[in-house]
Antibody, heavy 120, light 107 residues
Framework: EVQLVQSGAEVKKPGESLKISCKGSGYSFTSYWIGWVRQMPGKGLEWMGIIYPGDSDTRYSPSFQGQVTISADKSISTAYLQWSSLKASDTAMYYC?????????????WGQGTLVTVSS | EIVLTQSPATLSLSPGERATLSCRAS??????LAWYQQKPGQAPRLLIYDASNRATGIPARFSGSGSGTDFTLTISSLEPEDFAVYYCQQRSNWPQTFGPGTKVDIK
């Protein structure tokens, strides 16, 4: 069974750093693109960026370029999303998603989400 | 960036009724459009891909149609578990984008 299991909720202060994780299982982790999707409170879905764990090829949506860093450790089948300096506007639910097959694709599996709260 | 517009924002219907949701793209996305369902407190799930193909395990009451810039998700007869928010998403152009969602709630 394909699963994406994300790390737990985080409460941080503005200016702090953060790295959240997404562990894949039940499939060949290195053969599928993994993306991240943001959902701000009460709002819609925004695609942030993507990584191919097989070779660490990483791409970002223009809206998120320079704002976050996506990485992966294929030895432990885990992808990461990190911030170097959080802002209150980063408060959101973050989902990792598996792309079905291609760089531009649909998302056939979703993690359970990681809620990030940034507040002073 | 391709902008997706969904209408209506909210659709109030009763169980057993037919639901028709619309998604319009700012430029042609061919048939590269998907629909997702999101229930409160849950991650979205893929319902329809490439405009008209049901994803694995999705009931036949869900159907999708359209191409180019205009797409429709139809739920033939609403079940209690279908009341949720529905998003469309395109994979035609970088970056892939979502529509703002349509909430289907109980009348």
């Amino acid at each position: 069974e394909v699963q994406l299991v994300q790390s737990g909720a985080e409460v941080k202060k503005p200016g702090e750093s953060l790295k959240i994780s997404c562990k894949g299982s039940g499939y060949s982790f290195t053969s599928y693109w993994i993306g991240w999707v943001r959902q701000m409170p009460g709002k819609g879905l925004e695609w942030m960026g993507i990584i191919y764990p097989g070779d660490s090829d990483t791409r970002y949506s223009p809206s998120f370029q320079g704002q976050v860093t996506i990485s992966a450790d294929k030895s432990i089948s885990t992808a990461y999303l990190q911030w170097s300096s959080l802002k209150a506007s980063d408060t959101a639910m973050y989902y990792c998603v598996r792309h079905r097959d291609q760089l531009l694709d649909y998302f056939d599996y979703w993690g359970q989400g990681t809620l990030v709260t940034v507040s002073s | 960036e391709i902008v997706l517009t969904q209408s209506p924002a909210t659709l109030s219907l009763s169980p057993g009724e037919r639901a028709t949701l619309s998604c319009r793209a700012s430029q042609s996305v061919s048939s590269y459009l998907a629909w997702y369902q999101q229930k409160p407190g849950q991650a979205p799930r893929l319902l329809i891909y490439d405009a008209s193909n049901r994803a694995t395990g999705i009931p036949a009451r869900f159907s999708g149609s359209g191409s180019g810039t205009d797409f429709t998700l139809t739920i033939s007869s609403l079940e209690p578990e279908d009341f949720a928010v529905y998003y469309c998403q395109q994979r035609s152009n970088w970056p892939q984008t979502f529509g703002p969602g349509t909430k289907v709630d109980i009348k």
